[in-house]
């Protein structure tokens, strides 16, 4: 892992016998202590006594108020620029509401503003997919959109009455969830390119909307109105099932949106907006407890930072003097709230950036000079403007006031394609690799669909004590595995590794194998007793038995000056961490290619494979080197992006958080692209396929008549995956389910295909009049299963629809 370890890392590792990586570490962050108290020598000062005396995170939040009591809020450090796309509404103020409203993107620094889209809805709401790569609004047609940041419309859908007015994407991206008046709540499946009711309105003249689908996808959270002022907020299963009331009330409008949201995937937040009452109130949705927070001020909306411990309250009626206060969401459940006044006046549409350093707000007027009147102004956290877009910067003239919404994605998506491989131990959180209890074969399958998508390519940390399971189910889902032997002082349990080594080997496909990691390290820092000589003659004998590539892993400076091992291995597999050599997360990703190509040039002959390099999303800080998410994404995006550009192989390190490596010093669960729960940490962007089917040209549905003829065209955007897949066509008709096939059609469940994704351009699988057809309602389906068996596996299904009705004849 590298030189530069810290003695309390060498300790704490020396005290512990694992078969994995263990890594160490421990956080004290929060956004005030980030961004202020770091910033002045006395908020240093108090911070570092009260760090020594172990204090509370509230207690530290406390002292940070006080510090502001003191300090002029716009006193804090410079932040890097900010980056991504702010996309918003207006309506020029010279046309009816009902068709004025417009889509603009634009680049927080005022360049490549664009206009996107000319009519949408009155409610103007707009929103990024997680992942940042497309923007939904609905249009003026009564239509949901979804489009590229280009304007190209990629999806289109019915919506309700007053749909557009709050609906969300999932934490997942892969679905938008709507209410629609007097109806219910609807959900529509981007994969499936479907509309579906989750919840039905069961009480006539009431109106179901504001869902949000909670952070771990199990739970929905929406409001229930009736008459003029009577709400309530029910909760269900995703699946629309157990519906629970969680609490109720009166005193907002029969519409109104009471800006509901998930804290966590117990706690919900939302407000009272409606005259007299101006309220902020916090649930637990299991208790059904909570507590109502009297604002006193009227506001009009309320924003979650990204992170979700800060809370965004924009104040004032709809026309300035509005005022914008924060709120820590950590107070919530205490017995006080304190409101940070950030002293900004004037807007009240308001979005954070993603990754929580700057917001944007609209503009404040100047009456005696229209066009040097700010539209939109860009501030970073501490209220330091940053950015003003004014009326002239526009083609056509906007006002202030007239700006609906804006959203902001500010975080470049992961996308897995360029991912080469990844680091994979399968223990979840009470699973231990020392004692137990072991990952079972359904845990680990479940990976794979996730380690699918994420990399072509997977290495493990051991092969025995359920572990050599992971290579027969890596074959099953067309995944690249290199299965590592652990060795240690314990011969005997070497003996089991290295046989189960080579069975791997010889009855499997596997890429290479690994014998042993950082085995020379663990023996030069007296953690084992296992020597180099020992490891090669390991080496030696399990490349006599197997026919593929044989190696083991240590850290850049072992193999700089052991050319010994070097000579024994087929290739290096070399671990680089920054973070245990106190790098900064300025100079990570430089750092890891620079060793790189510092082993590449001493060993040409050889070659050289990254076996790990990473960085923790929390902990303590080592030298330069400080954990966090917003720090271990931008090591992932700027590592990413140099790997590409040099071709340099490597695996990342690693796929899920251990929670079984707190004994390492707090950063050894930290290390995982996911949570331990398989959440993902940043926004991602899985390359997954994306099949599409049309009838005459048409996504349907669509009406024919026994005189017309119909074309079913399929196509295929493989999106650089090859896994092997079975491909489907199938038909449900008035007269069954069928299946095509290059034989014809049949009932039988059988594909049309088995074989590797490719990109198929637009290919004609039909072509015939309608007449002989009953008329009815026909659903055509085209799809890929990337669990190749020919059956249908719906976890790693990928498909597209199209309905077709076929009248009578006249």
């Known amino acids: 892992m590298g030189k530069g370890v810290n003695f309390q890392r060498e300790l704490t590792t020396a005290r512990t016998s694992v078969k994995c990586c263990i890594f160490m570490g421990g956080n004290y962050d929060s956004f005030l202590v980030k961004y202020a108290v770091e910033n002045f020598k006395r908020g240093r000062e108090q911070m570092k006594k009260i760090i020594e005396r172990k204090c509370s995170i509230p207690l530290i939040f406390s002292m940070v108020i006080l510090l502001f009591a003191n300090l002029s809020f716009n006193a804090f450090a410079q932040l890097t620029e900010p980056i991504g796309k702010i996309a918003f509404t207006e309506c020029n103020h010279d046309e009816p509401i009902e068709s004025c409203i417009d889509l603009w993107i634009v680049n927080p620094d005022g360049s490549?503003?664009?206009?996107?889209?000319?009519?949408?809805?009155?409610?103007?709401?707009?929103?990024?997919?997680?992942?940042?790569r497309y923007i939904a609004f609905k249009g003026r047609d009564g239509k949901h959109k979804i489009v590229d940041l280009e304007g190209n419309i990629l999806h289109e859908f019915e919506g309700g009455e007053r749909s557009g007015k709050d609906f969300s994407w999932s934490p997942d991206g892969r679905s938008i969830i709507f209410g629609a008046y007097f109806d219910g709540i609807y959900r529509y499946n981007l994969q499936g390119r479907r509309v579906e009711k989750v919840i039905d309105t069961w009480v006539y003249r009431t109106y179901d909307h504001n869902p949000v689908i909670s952070p771990d996808l199990g739970k929905i959270v929406f409001t229930h109105h009736e008459?003029?002022?009577?709400?309530?907020?029910?909760?269900?299963?995703?699946?629309?099932?157990?519906?629970?009331?969680?609490?109720s009330?009166?005193?907002?409008?029969?519409?109104?949106?009471?800006?509901?949201?998930?804290?966590?995937?117990?706690?919900?937040?939302?407000?009272?907006?409606?005259?007299?009452?101006?309220?902020?109130?916090?649930?637990?949705?299991?208790?059904?407890?909570?507590?109502?927070?009297?604002?006193?001020?009227?506001?009009?909306?309320?924003?979650?930072?990204?992170?979700?411990?800060?809370?965004?309250?924009?104040?004032?009626?709809?026309?300035?003097?509005?005022?914008?206060?924060?709120?820590?969401?950590?107070?919530?459940?205490?017995?006080?709230?304190?409101?940070?006044?950030?002293?900004?006046?004037?807007?009240?549409?308001?979005?954070?950036?993603?990754?929580?350093?700057?917001?944007?707000?609209?503009?404040?007027?100047?009456?005696?000079?229209?066009?040097n009147s700010s539209v939109l102004r860009i501030f970073d956290k501490s209220g330091k403007e940053y950015k003003v877009l004014k009326n002239k910067d526009f083609p056509e003239e906007v006002w202030y006031y007239f700006i609906k919404d804006v959203d902001w994605t500010s975080q470049k998506p992961v996308y897995f394609k360029d991912i080469k491989g990844a680091c994979y131990s399968p223990f979840r959180d009470?699973?231990?690799?020392?004692?137990?209890?072991?990952?079972?074969?359904n845990e680990i399958r479940e990976d794979m669909l996730i380690l699918k998508n994420m990399s072509n390519a997977i290495r493990t940390y051991g092969v025995t004590k359920g572990l050599e399971k992971i290579v027969p189910i890596a074959n099953q889902f067309n995944l690249k595995a290199s299965p590592g032997a652990w060795l240690c002082s314990n011969r005997e349990a070497n003996e089991e590794e290295i046989n189960s080594l080579i069975n791997l080997a010889k009855n499997y496909k596997v890429e290479s194998v690994i014998v042993g990691n950082e085995v020379v390290l663990r023996y030069e820092k007296g953690w084992d007793t296992l020597t180099e000589r020992e490891l090669i003659d390991y080496i030696s004998r399990v490349k006599e038995a197997v026919d593929v590539p044989v190696t083991t892993v240590e850290p850049w400076h072992i193999w700089d000056t052991h050319a010994e091992l070097v000579n024994a291995v087929d290739y290096i597999l070399v671990n680089i961490h920054p973070y245990w050599e106190g790098i900064s997360i300025d100079e990570a990703a430089n750092y890891v290619i620079e060793k790189y190509k510092q082993i590449q040039n001493k060993y040409p002959h050889k070659q050289v494979v990254i076996g790990e390099t990473g960085w923790p999303s929390d902990g303590l800080s080592n030298g330069k080197a400080v954990p966090s998410l917003e720090n271990q994404r931008r090591f992932v995006e700027e590592f990413l992006d140099l790997a590409n550009k040099e071709g340099v192989n490597f695996y990342y390190f690693e796929a899920f958080?251990?929670?079984?490596?707190?004994?390492?010093?707090?950063?050894?669960?930290?290390?995982?692209?996911?949570?331990?729960?398989r959440t993902p940490k940043h926004p991602i962007t899985a390359l997954t396929p994306v099949p599409d089917i049309k009838v005459n040209g048409s996504d349907g549905p669509l009406t024919v008549t026994p005189s017309d003829s119909i074309s079913v065209v399929v196509a295929l955007d493989n999106n650089w995956q090859t896994n092997n897949a079975d491909w489907w066509l199938a038909a449900d008709t008035p007269f069954g389910l069928w299946f095509f096939t290059f034989e014809g059609w049949t009932t039988d469940w059988i594909p049309a295909y088995q074989g590797p994704l490719f990109p198929l351009d637009s290919y004609e699988v039909l072509n015939m009049p309608v007449s002989?057809?009953?008329?009815?309602?026909?659903?055509?389906?085209?799809?890929?299963?990337?669990?190749?068996?020919?059956?249908?596996?719906?976890?790693?299904?990928?498909y597209d629809t199209v309905v077709v009705n076929i009248t009578e004849a006249n």
């Not at 000319?118 to 992942?131: K, L």
């Not at 506001?299 to 979700?308: G, M, V």
């Not at 010093?665 to 949570?675: E, K, S, T």
């Not at 002989?772 to 990928?798: E, I």
């Open 772 to 798: 002989g057809l009953p008329p009815g309602t026909y659903t055509l389906y085209f799809g890929v299963d990337t669990y190749m068996d020919r059956n249908v596996t719906w976890d790693s299904v990928y």
């Open 657 to 677: 958080d251990e929670k079984w490596k707190e004994e390492s010093n707090n950063v050894g669960p930290h290390w995982g692209f996911y949570y331990s729960d």
């Open 227 to 247: 008459w003029e002022s009577l709400y309530w907020i029910y909760t269900a299963d995703i699946n629309g099932e157990n519906i629970e009331l969680i609490t």
């Open 112 to 132: 490549n503003l664009k206009k996107l889209f000319d009519g949408v809805d009155r409610y103007g709401r707009v929103r990024f997919s997680p992942d940042g």
């Open 430 to 441: 009470g699973q231990n690799p020392n004692w137990g209890p072991y990952p079972s074969e």
């Open 249 to 371: 009330g009166s005193g907002t409008g029969y519409d109104e949106h009471l800006n509901l949201n998930w804290l966590d995937n117990k706690h919900i937040i939302f407000n009272i907006t409606n005259f007299p009452k101006f309220k902020l109130y916090y649930f637990n949705i299991e208790t059904k407890k909570g507590k109502e927070i009297d604002i006193g001020i009227s506001f009009l909306d309320t924003r979650l930072f990204p992170d979700k411990k800060t809370l965004a309250i924009v104040t004032g009626m709809s026309f300035p003097p509005s005022k914008l206060y924060f709120i820590d969401t950590a107070e919530l459940s205490s017995d006080s709230v304190n409101f940070l006044d950030t002293g900004l006046e004037g807007g009240f549409t308001f979005a954070w950036s993603k990754d929580g350093k700057y917001f944007v707000i609209n503009g404040k007027p100047k009456a005696w000079d229209p066009l």
